[in-house]
C-alpha cells in the first residue's frame, strides 16, 4: 500500500472519530463522510505499519443510513463528521462504540444494557466557539469556524446545530469579536445570550433553578439533554447514603451539586479552574458546602489522608477528556463512595478508569449514551458504579 494508491470496497463500520473503516490488503482504512453499507472508491493520503487514510472519491453503492446534510458548509467546516448519516444511525454506531471500548478496554464481561438518550438532532447547540475572520469580504461575517483539517476559519453565516439565537445573530451578523479576543465564545438558551468579551455574566434557567455562569467559562453545550442527565444524577443520589456528606468533583460551576445539595448533610466541590469554583461558590447555598480549588491529584491526596474521619454516601464525577488521574483512581478504590456517577465525554478513558473501579469492587450497575452533540463523533456517556 502507498500514497495515492486507489481503495475499493464495503464501509464497515464507524471508526471512534467518525471515519468509515475500510478493509484492505490487511489493513484498517479510514474514509471521512462514508457510511456503514457504502461501497466506496478512495485513494490512500496517509499510511502507517497497521492502517491506512483515504480521501473518498466516488460512492458507487450507497448506504440504505445515509442521508442529506441540510449545512451548506459541512464537509468543509471541522465542526460536524456525520450529517450524511441518519440521527437514528448515528445513536446506534455511537452504543456500538461505547460497547466495544468497555469491553476492550474497561474488560467488563457483562455490560449493562447501553440506553441513548437522544437531542434535538439540530437547533441543540447553546455554548460554540467562533473565530476572527482575518480578512472579511464586504457583506461577510466577521467571524467564522475552523476548516476541517486546518487553521484557516471559513465565514460562517448560518448553522442548523446552533441554537436558535446563535443562529439569528449569525444570520443578522451580530456577532462581532471583541477587540482583544481572535476567538471567543458564545452562549444562548432562552433569554439569556453571553458573549466572551463583552456580556459574559448571566443566568440561565435548568429545570426549576436560575444557575448563574460566565461565557468565558465551561458550560455544557446541549440544555436540553443536560435537564434529562441533572434528574438522573438527582434520582440516582436519592438512592444514595444521605446521612453522609457527597462530593462533585471536577465542579465547574456547580451545576450538579445544585440539583443534590438539599438531599445531603454537606458538600465537597473540587475544581481547578478558579473563575468556575467562584460561580460554584455563588450557585451552592448548602451551608456545610466546602470548596476545593484544586487539581484532582492535590485533592485525592488530601481525601486519603482524612478518608477514616470523613467518608462520602455519595459522589458525582464529569472529568475532563484526559479522564481521572492515578491518585483519584486509588482513592476511589480505596475509600470511594458505595455510589458513584461518572459522567464523560470520552468513553475511551472512562472505560480505563471504570476498570479499575470494577477491579477494586465496584459493579457498572449501568452505562448509557447522552447525546450531547448530534451529527459529531463526540459521545458523553453515565457510568453508575456502586459497591456493597
Known sequence: MAIGEK??????SIAAGGAGILRWQGKTVFVDYTAPGDYIQGVIFDESPSWARASLQKIENYSSLRTESPCPHYGRCGGCSLQHISYEAQLDIKRKLIADLFERIGAVKDLPPITAVPSEPYGYRNRMQFHRLPKPKTGQSRVGLKERG???VISIDSCPIADLGIQRALQNKELVPPPSLDRFTVYSRGPTFLQEGKQERGTVNLLDARIKMDASVFFQSNGQVLEILLKKIRSLAHEAD??????????GVGTFALFIQDLFPALDLMEENPRALALAKENITNTAARFFSYSDEQWARQ?????HEHRYGFIVLDPPRQGLSA???NFLSKSGSPLVAYVSCDPVTQARDCKTLIQAGYQLE???LYDFYPQTAHMESLAVLRKS
Open 150 to 152: 486546518s487553521e484557516h
Open 303 to 307: 481525601a486519603e489522608k482524612m478518608a
Open 242 to 251: 444521605r446521612s453522609l456528606p457527597a462530593a462533585d468533583l471536577y465542579c
Open 327 to 329: 491518585p483519584l483512581r
Open 7 to 12: 481503495v475499493y470496497g464495503h464501509i464497515e
Open 366 to 368: 449501568s452505562l448509557d
